[in-house]
C-alpha cells in the first residue's frame, strides 16, 4: 500500500481569520461574513479573541456591515508551536484588513464557492501583501430558515413569562454584561424570589433618585440585569468603577475573570493621585445620601445611643446562631403572614451587626490581592496563594467538604457505603436510621445540619431545598 505524506510551509501569518460564502448565523445566500484578527487564526478559532466582522454584498462584495472589535489576543508562532500574547496597543482597536484585502478575499470566497457549488467555510492568512487560502469545507452552521428578528422583551422568559417588564438600562460605551463568576451561583433561570431579594445584599442604602443627584450627571449605570430569564452583572461598569476610582482592575480579576479570556484588558497599576482626589467626592456623595435618607424617615422621638459592647468574631458567631436557634424553633406555620413580617424589620437589626464582618471581609479581599501579587513575584507561579491561603483554619465555608469526606470515611468503615450507593438517599437514610452500627454516623450527620443545614447545590437559588429541609440532594 502506498502512502503519501503532504508537507506544507506553515504562513507566519500577520493577520488571519474565516471567511463564510453565505451568512452563518441567518443563512442568507445573498451576504457573506468576515472574520479576521491580527496574527494566527487559532486565537479566532478557539474564542479567544473577538474579532472584527465584515458582512459583504455577495453579488458585488460591497461592505453592508463592518463592525471592528476591540482585540486583546493574538495566536504567535514560537519556535515550539504557537503562543497567546497581548495584541499592541495600537492595533487593538484598528481595523485588521484594508478595503483591497478585503476585494481580494471576496474575488477568493467567490471562485471557491463557484467551484464546489455550495457555500463554504474557508480560513484564510495574510503574511506581507499575500493572500492564502489554508483550508475550505461546507458551511455547516448555515440554517435555510426564514429569518425573524424579535426583541429580548417579546421572548418567554423560562419559568415565567409574566413578569413585570423593567425600563431597560441606560446603555454605555464600556457596558460588558457577562455571566462570569454569577453564572457559577445561578446555573439556572433565576426565580422571581431571587431576582428581587439578592440585589438588596449587593446595594447599601438606597441610590440616589435622579432629582437628588447633581444637574448633568450622568445616569448611573446598571450593575445587574436579567436576560432571558438568566442573571447577568455589566462586569464592563464594575471596571469602568474600578478605573475611576484609580483602582488597578487586575484586583477584580479573581473575581470578573473575563480578562483571561481575552474579553478586556487588564490594568495593575494603582493610581495614587486619582484614587486620592476621589475620596473627599466619594465621602461627600455618603454623607449627603445618608442625609436625603434621613429626611425620608418618619420622625421618632430621639433616644438616648447606648455604646454597643465590643465583641470578638467567635462571641460575634455565637451571638447569630442564637438568634438563628431562636427563630428556627419557632413553627412558622402558625404564624399568618402578618405575623411573619413583623419579623423582617427584627433580621434588618440584626444584619447591622454583620457590619464589623463586611469591613473586615472587604479588608481581607485588598489583602489577599497584595498577598497574591507577593506570592506570583515569589514562585513565579500563579494561583499559589490561593493553595495557601486553603490551608487556614476556622474558616467557615471552608468546612464542609472536609465534613462531608469525613461522613463518607465513617460509612466506608462501618461497611454501610453500600446502603447510601445502591439506594435513593430518603430510602437510605431510613435504613440507616434501624442499624446500630449507624448510629455514631447518624450523630455526626445531625451535627453536620445543624451547623451547614442551610446549604445546598447552587444555593443562591432561594428556591431550592436546603440540606436541612431535604436530604435528596446527598445522593447526588
Known amino acids: 500500500m502506498t502512502r503519501t505524506v503532504i508537507v506544507q510551509q506553515m504562513v ?37 479573541v473577538n474579532p472584527d466582522t465584515i458582512t459583504l454584498e455577495k453579488q458585488n462584495g460591497q461592505v453592508k456591515c463592518l463592525n471592528v472589535a476591540e482585540k ?11 503562543a497567546i500574547q497581548e495584541v499592541p496597543a495600537n492595533l487593538r482597536q484598528r481595523p485588521v484588513l484594508s478595503s483591497q484585502q478585503i476585494a481580494r478575499l471576496f474575488e477568493l470566497g467567490t471562485a471557491d464557492d463557484q467551484h464546489f457549488s455550495a457555500p463554504q467555510d474557508i480560513e484564510w492568512a495574510i503574511a506581507g501583501e499575500q493572500v492564502f487560502l489554508l483550508q475550505a469545507r461546507p458551511v455547516t452552521t448555515r440554517s435555510d430558515r426564514q429569518t425573524v428578528t424579535v426583541r429580548q422583551e417579546e421572548l418567554l422568559v423560562p419559568g415565567d413569562d409574566a413578569w413585570e417588564q423593567r425600563e431597560k438600562p441606560a446603555v454605555h460605551s464600556y457596558d460588558l454584561w457577562t455571566r462570569t463568576n454569577i453564572g457559577e451561583n445561578f446555573l439556572d433561570p433565576i426565580t ?5 431579594l439578592w440585589p438588596s445584599f449587593f446595594v447599601l442604602g438606597r441610590l440616589p433618585s435622579k432629582e437628588e443627584r447633581a444637574p448633568g450627571a450622568p445616569p448611573l449605570p446598571t450593575l445587574g440585569e436579567r436576560f432571558y430569564g438568566r442573571m447577568y452583572v455589566n462586569e464592563g461598569a464594575v471596571i469602568h468603577g474600578a478605573l475611576e476610582m484609580g483602582v488597578p482592575t487586575s484586583f477584580l480579576d479573581s473575581t470578573w475573570g473575563s480578562s483571561g479570556r481575552g474579553i478586556r484588558s487588564s490594568d495593575d497599576t494603582i493610581h495614587v493621585f486619582r484614587l486620592l482626589s476621589r475620596v473627599p467626592s466619594m465621602i461627600g456623595g455618603v454623607r449627603k445620601a445618608a442625609r436625603e435618607l434621613a429626611k425620608q424617615r418618619p420622625e421618632t422621638p430621639k433616644r438616648p445611643k447606648q455604646k454597643q459592647p465590643r465583641r470578638s468574631s467567635e462571641q460575634l458567631f455565637a451571638q447569630i446562631d442564637a438568634w438563628v436557634e431562636a427563630f428556627q424553633s419557632l413553627d412558622l406555620s402558625q404564624l399568618d403572614d402578618h405575623a411573619l413580617w413583623d419579623y423582617v424589620p427584627l433580621w434588618i437589626e440584626h444584619g447591622k451587626a454583620l457590619r464589623p464582618i463586611l469591613v473586615a471581609a472587604g479588608l481581607a479581599g485588598i489583602t489577599f490581592y497584595f498577598l497574591e501579587r507577593r506570592v506570583n513575584k515569589w514562585t513565579g507561579q500563579a494561583g499559589k496563594s490561593t493553595v495557601l491561603v ?23 468503615e ?27 454516623f447518624l450523630a455526626k450527620f445531625e451535627a453536620f445540619l445543624q451547623r451547614h443545614g442551610y446549604r445546598c447545590p447552587n444555593d443562591a437559588e432561594l428556591h431550592n431545598p436546603r440540606w436541612a429541609e431535604h436530604v435528596s440532594p446527598f445522593g447526588c
Do not use: K
Not at 486583546?72 to 504557537?82: A, D, K
Not at 467538604?401 to 470515611?409: D, E, I, P, V
Not at 435513593?424 to 436510621?433: C, G, W
Open 72 to 82: 486583546m489576543l493574538m495566536t504567535v508562532p514560537t519556535t515550539g508551536g504557537v
Open 192 to 196: 422571581p424570589l431571587s431576582a428581587t
Open 414 to 440: 462501618a461497611g454501610l457505603a453500600g446502603v447510601v450507593q445502591e439506594h435513593p438517599a430518603e430510602e437510605a437514610l431510613e435504613l440507616l436510621q434501624v442499624r446500630t452500627e449507624a448510629r455514631p
Open 390 to 412: 486553603q490551608a487556614l483554619s476556622g474558616v467557615y465555608t471552608a468546612e464542609v467538604g472536609s465534613l462531608l469526606w469525613r461522613l463518607a470515611r465513617m460509612l466506608s
Open 12 to 48: 507566519e501569518a500577520s493577520a488571519a481569520g474565516i471567511l463564510f460564502t453565505c451568512n452563518p448565523v441567518t443563512g442568507a445566500r445573498d451576504e457573506m461574513v468576515l472574520n479576521a484578527s491580527w496574527g494566527l487564526g487559532e486565537a479566532i478559532v478557539s474564542g479567544q
